[in-house]
């Protein structure tokens, strides 16, 4: 097969494979560019794997104009700068692992270096006109949809243990969900979930936000349920809302939100757990209380903004097995959009500047709210000279 992307013909894409074939050394395109290329899918990185060494590759990438940064140079791999970043690996082969990470040799075998990859889909290498080499058999499996691990899949876990949590990603992402999870590969996660406590915070929240980011999540993050894999990292999660969710963001045109999804799972404080930003901690905390309060969709549009609105919309009629009420889009643009006819220079002649004046602004709005956006200016006036 011979693999067709924008990518692949970019000249300075090519350039470094150029620079790598003219000093006598193999180089293909590896992992997720060739596999997304299979799939018709953008690629957002380029990975080259080669036999040579990266003193070697640095040598040759310079000597053809081309800026180096030594960005793994422990692991073998160095960044090289043409049109964009390519990551340029030399062939590798596990020498030991501790569940995080792995003490590798240089090879200059590609089989070697494909049997320390995790997945099938993931061990597909291309040639620099894209011919496709497929050692493991992932050419197949990619096609079709079903996300295998190389060879024991216990050993592939044991290699690094966040394998457990790309596995469920992969399948959301990747997988045929009509085909189900592999049982090899589910047993093995089943088994390997206590090793998730020794992984960094970091590495687990960037699995999950991928996975609860596919386009449907839902058999896969089931099948980490099953496998105790789900409540392993989010401590008392509960996937149950997750379908219903996907379905009603769906039918209302909705782009998937990774948080959106995690707040259907429930509200426990994972934010530890999954390194949350403070950004996203505070949008997280709004979202559940905007849930929590059960504000109409115009009064949580006007309080909390459309995006929490909206979000938490779909999350209680997914909690409760109901669609979303008729016109709520048109509701939450409406309470977005309503513009309160106070300010502070209208009560600050009463209450001077201080808190006072805050707080009283804050009264008057939620009364506004209340009415649902129906007093004006006269009447909020009125209301505060009786108070």
């Given amino acids: 097969m011979r ?20 000093g006598g050394h193999r180089a293909y395109f590896v992992g997720g560019c060739v596999r997304n290329a299979v799939l018709g899918r953008p690629a957002s990185d380029i990975d080259i794997a080669t036999d040579a060494r990266p003193e070697v590759v640095t040598i040759l990438a310079e000597d053809a104009g081309l800026a180096v940064v030594p960005t793994g140079i422990d692991h073998g791999t160095v960044t090289v700068l043409s049109s964009g970043p390519h990551e340029v690996t030399t062939f590798r082969r596990d020498v030991s692992t501790d569940g995080r990470r792995a003490t590798v040799a240089f090879s200059d075998q590609l089989p070697e270096d494909a049997a320390r990859r995790d997945f099938t ?115 008392g999660a509960d996937p149950r809302a997750l379908g219903p969710l996907v379905h009603l963001e769906q039918g209302a045109d909705v782009a998937p939100a990774w948080l959106r999804r995690l707040a259907v799972l429930g509200d426990a404080d994972w934010g530890d757990a999954l390194r949350l930003s403070r950004a996203e901690a505070r949008a997280l905390t709004d979202l559940r209380v905007c849930i929590a309060a059960g504000w109409a969709e ?90």
């Fill in 298 to 387: 115009a009064a949580a549009a006007q309080i909390f903004g459309a995006d929490v609105a909206r979000d938490a919309a779909l999350i209680r009629a997914a909690s409760l097995g109901q669609e979303v009420p008729d016109g709520w889009q048109a509701e939450i643009a409406r309470g977005a959009l309503a513009q309160f006819p106070l300010t502070a220079q209208d009560l600050i002649g009463r209450y001077g500047e201080g808190p006072a004046l805050g707080q009283a602004l804050r009264s008057l709005k939620a009364q506004w709210v209340e009415s649902d956006f129906a007093l004006d200016r006269a009447d909020l006036l009125a209301i505060d000279s009786q108070g």
């Fill in 121 to 235: 889909m993931n061990a597909l290498y291309a040639d620099a006109q894209g011919r496709v080499i497929d050692p493991l058999g992932g050419l197949a499996d990619t096609r079709a949809g079903y996300v295998r691990f190389i060879g024991d899949p216990t050993a592939r876990i044991a290699e690094d243990a966040l394998r457990v949590l790309r596995f469920f990603r992969f399948m959301a992402v990747y997988g045929d969900p009509k085909l189900g999870a592999d049982t090899e590969g589910l047993a093995a996660c089943a088994a390997a979930v206590g090793a998730l406590s020794g992984l960094s915070r970091e590495r687990v929240g960037a699995e999950v936000r991928k996975l609860l980011d596919a386009n449907d999540p839902t058999p896969a993050v089931a099948a980490a349920a099953s496998a105790g894999a789900l409540t392993a990292v989010l401590p």
């Fill in 3 to 22: 693999i067709d992307a924008p990518w692949l013909t970019n000249p300075g894409t090519q350039a470094v494979m150029a620079a790598l074939s003219r």
